[in-house]
């Protein structure tokens, strides 16, 4: 059974920073393009950022988020990151771990439960 | 960037009937746009991808048409379950844009 299990969310101050995690298992990770999707409270789906199984680890990033967050996998450890910084209060939103369907596809077919990042002073 | 508009925002509609959702983007994308359900509380869940095809748990009663800019998703025969909300989602170019969403409601 497919499993992706985020943690690391949190209040944060703006400003700061905050590292998200997704475990995966269930399946090879390593043979499959990932990604982030967030939702603000309320609010609806915003892709956040993805990255190819490729040798070079290809990444893509939302304009939102460009320059200051940073997504990344580790393949012997079955685990997904997102490294966020300079975090704004827009930022605050369910942060979802979502597994791409194919290196040559965009849609996700397998989603985490979320972890709630909330950005406040 | 590619703009997905999704309508009507709400669809009130009764168990046992039709529910048609609409999906339309700023530019063509092919075929390259998937169908997501989020109930309340859960994370979404994929129904249809490449416009048409629907993934193994998804049942019959939904369907996805259209190609293009214009899309569709239909639900023949509502059941209590449907009533959540329904996102469509380009996937032809980055960055990956989702539609607003349409909720749909019990009439």
């Known amino acids: 059974e497919v499993q992706l299990l985020e943690s690391g969310g949190g209040l944060v101050q703006p400003g700061g920073s905050l590292r998200l995690s997704c475990a995966a298992s269930g399946f090879t990770f390593s043979n499959y393009a990932m990604g982030w999707v967030r939702q603000a409270p309320g609010k609806g789906l915003e892709w956040v950022s993805a990255i190819d199984n490729d040798v070079g680890s290809t990444t893509f990033y939302a304009d939102s988020v460009g320059g200051r967050f940073t997504i990344s996998r580790d393949n012997s450890e079955n685990t997904l990151s997102l490294q966020m910084s300079s975090l704004r209060a827009e930022d605050t939103a369910i942060y979802y771990c979502a597994r791409r369907r194919g290196r040559n596809y965009g849609d996700f077919d397998y989603w985490g439960q979320g972890t709630l990042v909330t950005v406040s002073s | 960037e590619i703009v997905m508009t999704q309508s009507p925002a709400t669809l009130s509609v009764s168990p046992g009937e039709r529910a048609t959702l609409s999906c339309r983007a700023s530019?063509?994308?092919?075929?390259?746009l998937a169908w997501y359900q989020q109930r309340p509380g859960q994370p979404p869940s994929l129904l249809i991808y490449?416009?048409?095809t629907r993934t193994a748990g998804t049942p019959v009663r939904f369907s996805g048409s259209g190609s293009g800019t214009e899309f569709t998703l239909t639900i023949s025969s509502l059941q209590s379950e449907d009533f959540a909300v329904y996102y469509c989602?380009?996937?032809?170019?980055?960055?990956?844009?989702f539609g607003g969403g349409t909720k749909v409601e019990i009439k």
């Open positions: 989602q380009q996937y032809e170019s980055w960055p990956l844009t």
């Open positions: 530019q063509s994308v092919s075929s390259d």
């Open positions: 490449d416009a048409s």
